[in-house]
């Protein structure tokens, strides 16, 4: 496999991970120890990773660094938080004509 994927499959997940807990980039990096710029840089595929740090992450994460790896097999934070939106926006939307269909015909 080539690095940019590499770069590209451990950037998404760091950033998939870090979503799902809510935790900004300046949090992550201090769990972590590493400054907000460096890890700017590795979510962006602009720097690689250590070792160490690769634990720290995974560590910090509750999962294996293997998963760190794991081409995206769900959707990312960003793909679930549009859906979330548009399922409510469509509820919000199918109550409003249930309402003027009732309100129409029902009273």
Not at 16 to 33: D, M, T
Not at 81 to 101: M, N, P, Q, W
Request: proline letters at 2%.
């Amino acid at each position: 496999m080539e690095e940019a994927k590499l770069r590209r499959i451990l950037s998404s997940n760091i950033k998939h991970y870090r979503g799902l807990r809510g935790w900004s980039q300046v949090k992550l990096a201090e769990k972590i120890e590493i400054s907000t710029n460096f890890l700017a840089d590795i979510e962006t595929g602009k720097s690689w990773v250590s070792s160490l740090t690769l634990v720290k992450l995974a560590n910090c994460f509750g999962i294996g660094v293997y998963e760190l790896f794991k081409p995206e097999i769900i959707p990312s934070y960003e793909i679930k938080e549009s859906i979330k939106s548009f399922a409510h926006d469509i509820s919000v939307t199918f109550e409003h004509s249930l309402d003027k269909i009732s309100k129409k015909y029902l009273d």
